[in-house]
């Protein structure tokens, strides 16, 4: 049995979130998602590693939330959205992982987004049916 | 009959539910990008629909990932707004359609649209950012409101050709509808960026620009895209984008541009604003 390959496996720096990648992590992003509910959340910073229990996250799953290893979760199958609900809430935001991701400091990784703003209203300046102020 | 007025696209960033309920939507990084909304608001208040009809994607408010439809439609009386786990606080419930949302589920499924009705749903931010920036954040809100989701989170996720003709199937069940009432089509998400990942933080202008200039004047450009080939260019969150066709598949073809409107960045994020006014009888 094999997971089948798709033509997106070989965009750079990127994990579709697709059934393949979904299969395995799944106790992980249901733990997450419980995280829409503010009890659970504190339930989980009270003691994160039992929390992990209650949700059957073992082994390398586990020892990644309790590391708080953003990439290494993403890796392993975490799906941003779901793993956002454990990031934003401990200080993480999303742009903080995007920097760990790529390891630069938020400060770069939103710096370089910030350089685009003079592009895009230079370009739209010249564009007669865009908005323009 | 009822009658389908126009439609916006628009992205539904969680940063600007926040610049709202903070009040910072003057400041130097968010007032070009809101003040590019005011034509919009103008058209909208003009338009002056009964029901929008707001085409997203959850993000893991009411749908977990055991049950993940492709194509979903709100057919309730009301839908609640949520804690999504990340600080957005919730906003006042919505007053949907029923009656509506049930003529449009079975006139889908006469067109082969098998869509998933869901006579419960909670909406996330996802449905209300666009309803915020375009009407304020409201208490009661001023328009009845019927979510449409459309899976672009957990791959295979529906093509950007059949999110098209399903707005042609929307449009055709709008226009059958035999309450006069008027029906504007919000079309969210995108434009380009990647959460996840090394190539986290990409934004693709030139893209983006392309898909806003061909959404408008010829859809059917952006069908010759495979999804995976729209996530290369617009990165995999840029996937959403797709959600435009929606809208646009609605309208009729020769549909009268009102009003373009792009900013980058909003988080990590391009966002574009797009305009359409109806010309279908």
């Given at each position: 049995m094999v997971w089948k390959s798709h033509d997106y496996d070989d965009i750079p720096g990127t994990y579709v979130f697709d059934g393949g990648r979904s299969h395995k992590p799944y106790a992980l992003n249901k733990m997450f998602y419980s995280f829409?509910?503010?009890?659970?959340?504190?339930?989980?910073?009270?003691?994160?590693?039992?929390?992990?229990?209650?949700?059957g996250v073992k082994g390398e799953f586990k020892a990644a939330v309790?590391?708080?290893?953003?990439?290494?979760?993403?890796?392993l199958g975490a799906n941003i959205y779901f793993m956002a609900k454990m990031a934003v809430p401990r200080g993480v935001s999303v742009q903080d992982a995007g920097a760990q991701f790529q390891g630069i400091t938020t400060e770069e990784f939103v710096a370089r987004l910030l350089a685009k703003r003079e592009e895009v209203e230079r370009r739209i300046a010249q564009e007669k049916d865009y908005w323009n102020g | 009959m009822a009658k389908l007025v126009g439609g916006i696209t628009t992205s539904h960033?969680?940063?600007?539910g926040n610049a709202i309920a903070s009040g910072t939507t003057q400041e130097p990084y968010w007032k070009r990008f809101f003040d590019g909304y005011e034509p919009a608001k103008a058209w909208l208040q003009e338009a002056n629909p009964d029901v929008v009809i707001v085409v997203y994607n959850d993000h893991g408010l009411n749908f977990f990932l055991d049950k993940v439809p492709t194509f979903a439609l709100g057919c309730a009386d009301h839908y609640e707004n949520a804690d999504e786990g990340w600080g957005l606080q919730p906003v006042a419930p919505f007053t949907g359609d029923a009656e509506l949302s049930w003529f449009l589920a079975e006139s889908l499924i006469e067109q082969e649209f098998d869509i998933c009705t869901c006579q419960e749903m909670k909406v996330d931010h996802g449905f209300v950012n666009p309803l915020r920036a375009l009407y304020g954040t409201c208490?009661?809100?001023?328009?009845?409101t019927i979510?449409?989701?459309?899976?672009?989170?957990l791959h295979p996720v529906p093509s950007a050709a059949r999110c098209l003709k399903l707005g042609r199937a929307l449009g055709k069940a709008i226009a059958d509808y035999p309450e006069d009432l008027r029906?504007?089509?919000?079309?969210?998400?995108?434009m380009s960026h990647q959460l996840q990942g090394e190539r986290a933080g990409l934004i693709n202008v030139d893209f983006d620009l392309e898909c806003i200039d061909n959404i408008a004047r010829d859809p059917e450009w952006m069908t010759q895209f495979s999804n995976a080939e729209i996530m290369r260019r617009a990165g995999t969150e840029g996937i959403e984008t797709i959600m435009w066709l929606v809208m646009r598949g609605a309208l009729a073809d020769e549909a009268k541009l009102i009003h373009k409107h792009y900013h980058a960045p909003i988080s990590n994020t391009g966002a574009g604003v797009l305009v359409l006014e109806n010309t279908a009888a």
């Open positions: 829409n509910e503010a009890q659970n959340r504190e339930e989980f910073d009270r003691d994160p590693a039992a929390y992990c229990d209650k949700y309790i590391a708080q290893d953003y990439l290494g979760m993403l890796r | 960033i969680p940063a600007v208490d009661p809100w001023p328009v009845k979510p449409l989701t459309v899976n672009t989170v029906v504007v089509i919000f079309g969210t998400g995108g």
